[in-house]
């Protein structure tokens, strides 16, 4: 039988033990110092004016300040883009209209922030026709029934005066802006809507600018560009979700007070010349979005892009609060 001091002994003995043992486990499951997060983010590729901000966080190395190693991962739709998120094989997604619209039609999804407040949209068409009210009668390519460029011709029709449904052919062709160039120049269709600066190649090439990216953006606000998570994910890992976003706030800063730079990554990215990049610069720095979150009424243009091709439009369609969440860029901002 042990004396009361030798048990004493061995219980202190077993409590430093049982410490030590935790402390390691403890140890084992945090990230060694300098070590960085990996998280998948599904976007719609390089190319774009409006996905800038996520090739500057990497080569800038603002994602790298935040802790994370980023794998930017290339969809060529956004329903595979969706499934993977909620399959938990993405983190982030970045397509907001499609999210707003999962989110409306009740799926576990939000969006949390956005990179730009409007997109780029363009409307060219055969040099023989010369106002969107001229296509009366005619066919208008996209790239797929439901998508954002789809609401963007839908609404520049209707708000031209005309019945999208019954005074033009709305044809759905696939694949992104070449696609629906060649289409045009072939002509498939008589008119299309297409992502700037393709307007520039287009009136090369003889074609007309019927619309803008300046005169449908101001009929259309559509920011196709930002971070959205599933609930899940936005109840498991809040501060991870607000280093993204902070990165992706600096990395827009960084654009808009790098005038330089910034001519030098359209050039490189875009594959335009000096000129020309200066040029869209000046036309799409105010589109930038360091503030992160929306109005109101831009969300609203989103929802609309989700839900106008439904013939049974969700409750949940007018419900921002169901499909938005910006408490997190407002804590990136900080």
């Not at 287009?202 to 009929?219: D, I, T």
Request: proline content about 4%.
């Amino acid at each position: 039988m042990l004396n009361n001091f030798a048990a004493g002994r061995i219980k202190s003995m077993i409590q430093r033990i049982v410490s030590a043992s935790l402390l390691l486990c403890f140890l084992l499951v945090l990230p060694t110092a300098g070590q960085s997060k990996d998280i998948n983010i599904g976007w719609s590729g390089i190319g774009s004016w409006t996905t800038l901000p996520y090739v500057v966080a990497n080569e800038k190395g603002f994602f790298d300040r935040e802790g994370l190693k980023v794998q930017l991962i290339t969809f060529r739709g956004t329903n595979l883009m969706l499934t993977a998120l909620l399959a938990g094989e993405l983190d982030y997604a970045t397509i907001l209209p499609f999210l707003t619209g999962a989110a409306a039609r009740g799926l576990p999804v939000r969006i949390l922030g956005a990179v730009t407040k409007s997109s780029s949209y363009v409307m060219i068409s055969r040099p023989e026709i010369d106002s969107v009210k001229a296509l009366r009668g005619k066919r208008l390519g996209i790239n797929s029934f439901g998508s954002s460029a789809d609401y963007a011709a839908y609404a520049a029709v209707s708000r031209s005066g005309m019945d999208p449904n019954k005074d033009v052919t709305i044809l759905p062709i696939g694949g992104g802006t070449a696609d629906r160039m060649a289409a045009l120049v072939s002509g498939t269709v008589d008119a299309t809507v297409v992502t700037s600066p393709a307007e520039y190649q287009a009136e090369k090439q003889g074609l007309r600018v019927l619309m803008s990216a300046s005169e449908l953006g101001a009929l259309v606000r559509i920011p196709i560009t930002g971070v959205g998570a599933t609930l899940k994910k936005i109840e498991k890992d809040g501060d991870e979700i607000v280093r993204v976003l902070r990165a992706l706030r600096l990395s827009t800063l960084y654009l808009l007070q790098n005038p330089e730079y910034t001519h030098g990554l359209y050039q490189k990215i875009m594959r335009v010349e000096p000129a020309l990049a200066e040029r869209l610069f000046k036309l799409y720095r105010d589109q930038y979005n360091p503030e992160l979150s929306l109005s109101e009424a831009i969300v609203d243009d989103l929802l609309a892009v989700g839900t106008f091709r439904l013939k049974e439009k969700p409750k949940a369609a007018l419900n921002q609060q169901g499909v938005r969440d910006w408490s997190f860029a407002e804590k990136a901002k900080r």
